[in-house]
């Protein structure tokens, strides 16, 4: 068993620390209040059986807490009052500088916490230590200067999630639907460099790719581009080829009709639509932004959201080619293919795609062999989102979804981001962003009510003041933020196109932007209270009846306030585990509820809970409809390369049920002895889940490549022993 230092470094369990520690604080009270030696290793033995039991590392504050709670409840005060005294001393001192030491062993590449606190994010290299140590200082000034008190300790005890701490220093938003469209028809600029209107269709996607980072790197969530944007510019180069063949034939003395040329210019057009969508791919995966990572992009692949005719059809050009090098996937430095991370795909499935006989159902065939190879593209039902939203739009990143629009049908908010391609006669998603998330813990609040229902309302009430504040710091902080800051975003056409100096104020109102409102754990929260699974009626009852709390307290916000609040499915990567671990510390180990070292992402069926596909969809989709800022529903399944027919029929169900899903499947491979089946899961003599190829035994995580959905998009290894835990106790739904 190992142990958390507060620096984030992890280092094997000693007992001795623990028991000597205990002997201090005993030999510094007087001789007629001091206990014996044998109460002293006593205590010391119950503190190691209860660490033992949780089945994980331990942090030093765990340990701490849990002697003072063995010497309260042996009764020797005076004892425990000069532990807690001497406790409380040290903390004081460390308050003094509480950077430093993180930001060493960040360096030095002990700190265990930073390399698992992202999935996508190599915490060796210099780039992300960089990104990790200006998150540290970010911290510090958010906990003592930026943030109440009982906000931070809220936070720092589980109670509440006050995400993305290591940069609210700076006024940045969470995510967005970048507004590719402005940027590429009406120009950018990037660096101080005007970059014009392309064109050529490789030329766009190439100035896309750059755009897309610059976005990325003045953000700190996810962001969407629709391949929409990029159609256009297919008949542009379709033009330009026209015209070269044309020309080239007649310098030859060739006289050939327009049909010829045209077969000829289309052959053109299908290599530079693979080349530019090669270049998307790649440039996507191999470009760093200054947060240590690659770009966490959508693209987004909707047919519909083309103009029907030929510029519909050059989309379809776009999607299918987009399809075809996702499935190739991308060589690892071995020159095999694997899985990438980025980008994410989205694929709407609508009326033209869904049935045999649609026009495009062959794409729709193809993003079904994609999933079943590279898990991706995820799927978006048309049928489901006009009916919840109105609209079909993208999310922002992974599953957070902006609010309807409610400017263009009041006519009275207009254009305040003064986008080139504003139209008053069409509802307007891309170029609105969300401002941030603070997650409430539906566990704790459970588990605080002690089973009794009048009780767990009023915490639960308690809990949405606490997160409704921390919310408005959090809109607050973004307030007065002048345009200079992040100039791809605010002048030049990503987000608005504000004039310099101009602050981003009316961007926050009117439902421009929206702010979420997270939580995760309902599946615990229902099992306490209940007893049961929310997938029973009457545990489905109170589960509903919890997210319209949420969602109640939402909407009261926004009347009070006019910015547009949203629950949200909180994707809770690293979340999970430290929530997990609060839990069990407030409360000790409750079976169903606080006995994993996870706690289950949003309204998510518990991952152990044996269902079918089709019925998780099902149930789940009626609390996706409760959570309209943000969630994604998916369901675990086997290979399923050989069984394309499965993945469609799932598809089709998709498209009828729910909102937003996806299909998670393994896709493996260990460089040190070739093996591409899946990479086992298991426990080392610490008690330490780690990464084991089955073949060969190996366990460097450095030497193999692992692709797992994690929380909405594929994470590739660099996961905390809560999320493992939680990937490797999945049970399949097919």
Known sequence: MNVIKRSGEEVTFDAAKIENAVRKANAATEPAKRTDEDEITRITNSVVDKCMALGRAVSVEEIQDMVENELMAAQIFQVAHNYITYRYERALVRKANTTDKQILTLIGRTNEEAKQENSNKNPTVNSTQRDYMAGEVSKDITKRFLLPQDIWEAHTKGIIHFHDSDYFAQPRYNCCLTNLEDTLQNGTVISETAIEKPHSFATACNIATQIIAQVASNQYGGQTVSLTHLAPFVEVSRQKHRKAVAEELAAAGIDVDNDKINIIAEKRVRKEISTGVQTIQYQIITLMTTNGQAPFVTVFMYLDEAEEGQTRDDLALIIEEMLRQRMLGVKNEKGVYITPAFPKLIYVLDEDNIHEDSKYWYLTKLAAECTAKRMVPDYISAKLMKEYKGDVYGCMGCRSFLTPDRFTDTGKFGNPEHAGNYDPSKHKYYGRFNQGVVTINLVDIACSS?????????????????????????????????????????????????????????????????????????????????????????????????????????????????????????????????????????????????????????????????????????????????????????????????????????????YKTIMYAELNTKSDYCQVCGYDGEIQIKEDEHHKLIWTCPNCGNTDQNKMNVARRTCGYIGTQYWNQGRTQEIKERVLHL
Request: glycine share 8%; aromatic share 10%; proline share 3%.
């Open 450 to 654: 002690g089973k009794d229902m009048k009780k767990f309302w009023e915490i639960f009430d308690e809990r949405l003041d606490l997160c409704y504040r921390a919310l408005m710091i959090r809109h607050n902080r973004l307030k007065g933020t002048p345009s200079d800051v992040a100039p791809i975003l605010w002048q030049n056409g990503a987000i608005a196109r504000l004039q310099k100096g101009e602050v981003i104020d009316p961007l926050l109102y009117n439902g421009y932007s929206t702010i979420s409102l997270g939580y995760g754990g309902l599946s615990e929260c229902v099992k306490y209270m209940t007893g049961l699974s929310h997938t029973t009626p009457e545990g489905e009852k109170f589960g509903l009846e919890v997210m319209q709390h949420m969602n109640d307290a939402c909407a009261k916000w926004k009347a009070d306030t006019n910015i547009d609040f949203s629950v949200y499915g909180t994707p809770m990567e690293s979340t999970t585990y430290k929530f997990a671990k609060c839990l069990q510390e407030r409360f000790g180990i409750i079976e169903g509820v606080t006995d994993k070292n996870y706690i289950t992402n949003s309204y998510h069926i518990h991952v152990t809970e044996e269902i079918n596909a089709f019925d998780k969809l099902t149930k789940e989709a009626r609390f996706q409809k409760l959570s309209p800022g943000g969630a994604i529903s998916y369901v675990e399944v086997p290979n399923m390369q050989n069984n394309i027919q499965a993945v469609l029929a799932l598809m089709k169900h998709i």
